[in-house]
């Protein structure tokens, strides 16, 4: 009874399957709407498409299954899936850079997309700052003045796992491996990672994130420490098992 009108639509056909999906893209500030993603949703349900994938400046972090409230229900027999632009321009660069395409076309168009979202005017923004409240949690922080229910204190703890993502994501550019942001078992569910970092926030003032780089010794530790003003970077690696306690500790 209403129109709906996706961004696209995406096919991919492989050894007599095919899969497909609905696509909708927003740049700039624009947000996900949630009654249009719904829609869609249904959309893809009645007309028997595999998913629905939104693409925007909006993350999805390890905090957070998807970058607004959706009605779950609708998502048991299609599936919806999100990529920032940020994720899109990291993949298309290390496929470039360090992967390579062999076809001279799809290698030239592949750069001149890199090109394009690269380019400010695009819409494809880069992480920008930590949100108009960052001020006010900085300086609660210092003061220990934090409430749990702030809702300064909320929109910043989401905000952090965005910045752990995006530095993810440009240290994958830089590597060409995939650096992955990684949470602790007992954090591994949205709501209980969120509650984890806002009892940290406001207990201790300090926000802190793991990062999973290839062929490391060990995980990249990062706790922002509010109170202190210090940005602390560390990892932990396990002593040798074997040899004297002297050869051990050298």
Known sequence: GKPVRPDGVIVVTRAGKSWSALLEAKIAAHPLEPDQINAYLDLARELDFQAVLSVSNQYVTSSTEYPIEID?????RTKLH?????????QATVQKEYRGVSDPDQAY???????????PRSGAVAFDGMGSGWTAVRDGARE??????????????ARWDDLVR???LSLTTELGREVKHVLPASERTPNVRRQALTESLVSSGRLYGDLQIPNVAGAL??????R??????????????EGSSKSRVS
């Open 221 to 226: 530790s990062i706790s922002a420490d509010l």
């Open 109 to 119: 168009m592949l750069g001149e997309l890199i090109r394009y979202l690269a380019d």
């Open 166 to 168: 995006y530095l993810a």
């Open 228 to 241: 202190s003003r210090q940005v602390i970077a560390s990892t932990t690696i396990d002593a040798p098992k």
């Open 144 to 157: 220990q003045t934090l409430r749990k229910s702030d809702s300064a204190v909320i929109a910043t703890v």
């Open 72 to 76: 779950r229900r609708k998502v048991r």
């Open 82 to 90: 999100h990529w920032s632009w940020i994720d899109l321009l990291t």
